[in-house]
């Protein structure tokens, strides 16, 4: 169970989904694996491109278009993947990348992605929770979200999600749902998985970073706060 769904997936995912009570409101999201030609049957099907960031350097690395009945997200070293408009169901293009970088993807971008399509509201934060609720950190990739979460999990705090941060309407505030049994640490930060009493978890891959396995909370819970990130060069609350 992560982002409110209930996930039934072909491989066994790490750090494994705990059955929970009552159901996840946004009900059941299936994941599988489907070969290279099927894939590319369907992205030559008529669609619209609805995302491509550009970065830095000028090179297109992400992509998003809106098929018929479909959505097809591409990411570049990270393979292909389809997702069904109402979100039910996720395709994985087999064997062009390690599992490592398929679940990367997949808990970063398919998933996220299925639970907006089922009614949820995401957020680009990691998040962590304490007696009075969830705490959100939010800003842009690379400023320090899973590194300040980490410290914070290792500090006593309870790890909510990595990276994406799922949200549904709730009495008086917003529930935080819990995200999968996943954090994408920094290689500079993979001496962590070894303190803290396994508050981190294991070691369970790699990709661009190091893939560590933080048992999250087992229900939603308030939003508390939202945190944003900037840098600068000192310290300062406001």
Same mark, same amino acid.
């Given at each position: 169970?992560?982002?409110?769904?209930?996930?039934?997936?072909?491989?066994?995912?790490?750090?494994?989904?705990?059955?929970?009570? $009552?159901?996840? @409101?946004?009900?059941?999201?299936?994941?599988?694996?489907?070969?290279?030609?099927?894939?590319?049957?369907?992205?030559?099907? !008529?669609?619209?491109?609805? +995302?491509? $960031?550009?970065?830095?350097?000028?090179?297109?690395?992400?992509?998003?278009?809106?098929?018929?009945?479909?959505?097809?997200?591409?990411?570049?070293?990270?393979?292909?993947?389809?997702?069904?408009?109402?979100?039910?169901?996720? /395709?994985?293009?087999?064997?062009?990348? #390690?599992?490592?970088?398929?679940?990367?993807?997949? *808990?970063?971008?398919?998933?996220?992605? @299925?639970?907006?399509?089922?009614? *949820?509201?995401?957020?680009?934060?990691? /998040?962590?929770?304490?007696?009075?609720?969830?705490?959100?950190?939010?800003?842009?990739?690379?400023?320090?979200?899973?590194?300040?979460?980490?410290?914070?999990?290792?500090?006593?705090?309870?790890?909510?999600?990595?990276?994406?941060?799922?949200?549904?309407?709730?009495?008086?505030?917003?529930?935080?749902?819990?995200? !999968?049994? +996943?954090?994408?640490?920094?290689?500079?930060?993979?001496?962590?998985?070894?303190?803290?009493?396994?508050?981190?978890?294991?070691?369970?891959?790699?990709?661009?970073?190091?893939? /560590? #396995?933080?048992?999250?909370?087992?229900?939603?819970?308030?939003?508390?706060?939202?945190?944003?990130?900037?840098?600068?060069?000192?310290?300062?609350?406001?």
């Amino acid at each position: 169970v992560a982002f409110g769904l209930d996930i039934r997936c072909e491989w066994p995912l790490p750090g494994g989904f705990a059955d929970v009570s $009552p159901a996840p @409101a946004g009900g059941l999201t299936t994941v599988g694996l489907l070969d290279t030609e099927a894939v590319d049957t369907e992205w030559n099907r !008529p669609g619209e491109r609805i +995302f491509q $960031p550009r970065y830095p350097d000028g090179h297109i690395r992400f992509t998003i278009d809106r098929g018929e009945d479909c959505y097809r997200l591409w990411f570049e070293g990270y393979g292909r993947m389809l997702v069904t408009a109402d979100g039910t169901e996720i /395709a994985c293009e087999e064997d062009v990348v #390690s599992q490592d970088r398929r679940e990367r993807f997949l *808990f970063a971008q398919a998933l996220p992605l @299925a639970a907006t399509l089922r009614g *949820f509201e995401p957020l680009h934060a990691s /998040a962590v929770s304490g007696k009075h609720g969830v705490t959100a950190l939010l800003g842009p990739s690379g400023i320090g979200k899973t590194t300040l979460a980490s410290r914070l999990v290792l500090r006593g705090a309870e790890f909510v999600t990595d990276d994406v941060l799922v949200l549904e309407s709730g009495r008086g505030a917003p529930l935080a749902h819990p995200g !999968p049994s +996943f954090m994408a640490v920094p290689h500079d930060d993979r001496v962590l998985l070894e303190e803290g009493d396994g508050r981190l978890g294991a070691r369970r891959g790699e990709s661009d970073k190091v893939h /560590a #396995s933080p048992r999250p909370v087992a229900q939603p819970r308030p939003l508390y706060a939202l945190v944003h990130l900037e840098s600068g060069p000192k310290v300062e609350l406001a």
